[in-house]
Nanobody
Framework: QVQLQESGPDLVKPSQTLSLTCTVSGTSITTSYYYWSWIRQPPGKGLEWMGAIDNDGRTYYSPSLKSHTSISWDTSKNHISLQLSSVTPEDTAVYYC??????WGQGSQVTVSS
């Protein structure tokens, strides 16, 4: 059973960089067919796909977020990372990681506020 667990700070100040980690268990992140995605949900809004990294390490980004989003991985730790730079209060959301199929993390609430 594939399990995902997000971790990172609850509060980030405006203009800083938000950094989250998704630790994967039950499979290797280099296993074929998986697209490890980051998705967020701002309060009162729908889900927004931010980007993904596939099992070969190729990255894909939402055009609207590409300029300040970076997704990477550490295969030795079996985790996926998200960095979102120059954050504003509009980046306040629950951030999820997803394996592209049946497995989601429980979500990480991040608030951007001074």
């Amino acid at each position: 059973q594939v399990q995902l667990q997000e971790s990172g700070p609850d509060l980030v100040k405006p203009s800083q960089t938000l950094s989250l980690t998704c630790t994967v268990s039950g499979t290797s992140i280099t296993t074929s067919y998986y697209y490890w995605s980051w998705i967020r949900q701002p309060p009162g809004k729908g889900l927004e796909w931010m980007g993904a990294i596939d099992n070969d390490g190729r990255t894909y980004y939402s055009p609207s977020l590409k300029s300040h989003t970076s997704i990477s991985w550490d295969t030795s730790k079996n985790h996926i990372s998200l960095q979102l730079s120059s954050v504003t209060p509009e980046d306040t959301a629950v951030y999820y990681c997803w394996n592209g199929f049946e497995s989601w993390g429980q979500g990480s609430q991040v608030t951007v506020s001074s």
